[in-house]
């Protein structure tokens, strides 16, 4: 059995502070930048900042790739396989060689996946990443950490919105543990994750770079061009503009951004529709621990100050009529020329105190909006009340779909009904 290419001493797999760094070189050498991941607690934001990292000119940041995962489960069969028979190798070696390997494997990936994407940087932003930071950093002590925070009371707001028909995998440990209430189980989930996070980028702060939800939303240029300077990379004035009008690869994450024409400020806050009454005595003096350290306020002023959020006035009557005549057909005659393959009849029927059907011809180049019940090609079903939650930016259509708020027929491509979405939204 040929030794390996690789200057091999004795560490552990899985122990970063022992990896003889030197074993790594020719293998990072072979990539001009290092990469990059996004590690949050998941709904803090991590798919709208993949999107907006994805449009920078020299940056691909696909979907989940669950990295850590993938690292541990390689290393575990080059271990099993060609590993152990480097015989001329001890074991702490042979664990060595395994992690080489491993990232070797992964490199021809990824460097793969840049060149065809004409690009020069990789990031991955499973959230799961967070089980195997040690793992990470032992296959890429190289790698460029982006720390994405979110204020606790929001992400349980979205986790809870997002768990009233299914879990995520990563939330049914927490619910197991909190039966008794799904306010307690979101909670704790954010309390663990966002301290481990927090722990890392301790140890690793000259390769950690933070950022919060809040920012990114509110103020997106000020926030994300130290980002890229971080990464070594020069920001791109036009980049927000693009965000969602580039393709982006498919996958897991947050369904509703790949639905979205803009970057929501209306989800700051919303934290405050979560019963202060609900949180457990047991988390409120570490929740606002780590609060503090992120410099968000703590759980008091959170519900006392500026967050409460003003309810829609009921006098201003919600006019569907006004919606499709004016707001969806501006749309489409402002952005028409973005989905030029978005075709076909579209009929949406809308229930409620002023029932209607609207018929949407994206048959020709101009496209048509129209009343009345006639002949399509799919078919859409949805309330009065849907309609203006999404018009006025509480609800998304990605969510009501999940849920089966809105029925279709007809409708069998994901990419047009997604298209369709964002042309009158935007």
Known sequence: MKASIYKITGCSAIDSENINYQSMEKIMNKTSHAPVFILSCERSGSTMLRYIIDTHSKVACPSHLYMGSLCD????????????????????????????????????????????????????????????????????????????????????????????????????????????????????????????????????????????????AMQPEETLAPLFRFLGLEWEKDLMERVFEVSHDKGEGDGRAALSSRIRQDSVGKGIEVPRAGIPKKFITEIDSLLCKLGYPCLDDY??????????????????????????????????????????????????????????????????????????????????????????????????????????DGVDNEVSLMNLGRLLFS
């Open 73 to 216: 489960s390689l290393n575990r069969a080059v271990m099993g396989t060609i590993a152990q028979n480097q015989v001329e190798l001890d074991e702490v070696a042979k664990k060595q060689f395994a992690v080489s390997e491993t990232r070797k494997i992964i490199d021809n990936i990824m460097n793969n996946y840049i060149e065809i994407k004409n690009k020069q940087v990789w990031c991955e932003k499973t959230p799961m990443n967070l089980e195997y930071l040690s793992i990470l950093d032992t296959h890429f002590p190289d790698a460029k950490y982006i720390c994405l925070y979110r204020n606790c009371m929001d992400v349980v707001h979205s986790s809870i919105n997002l768990s009233k028909y299914r879990f995520l995998t990563e939330h049914i440990p927490y619910v197991h543990r909190n039966p008794e209430s799904i306010i307690a189980a979101m909670l704790e989930n954010w309390l663990e994750k966002t301290d481990r996070l927090l722990d890392f980028e301790s140890t690793h702060q000259e390769r950690c770079f933070r950022v919060k939800y809040e920012s990114i």
């Open 303 to 408: 519900y006392s100050n500026n967050f409460i959020r003003n309810e829609t006035n009921k006098d201003d009557l919600f006019n569907v009529s006004d919606v499709f005549e004016n707001r969806f057909m501006n749309a489409i005659k402002k952005n028409r020329s973005r989905y030029p393959a978005l075709k076909g009849i579209w009929k949406i029927i809308v229930k409620g105190d002023e029932d209607g059907v609207w018929l949407i011809d994206l048959s020709n180049e101009d496209g048509l909006i129209k009343e009345g019940d006639f002949r399509a090609d799919s078919t859409l079903r949805l309330s009065a009340a849907l309609l203006a939650d999404m018009v006025n930016g509480t609800r998304d259509a990605i969510e009501a779909f999940s849920h089966g708020e809105i029925e279709m």
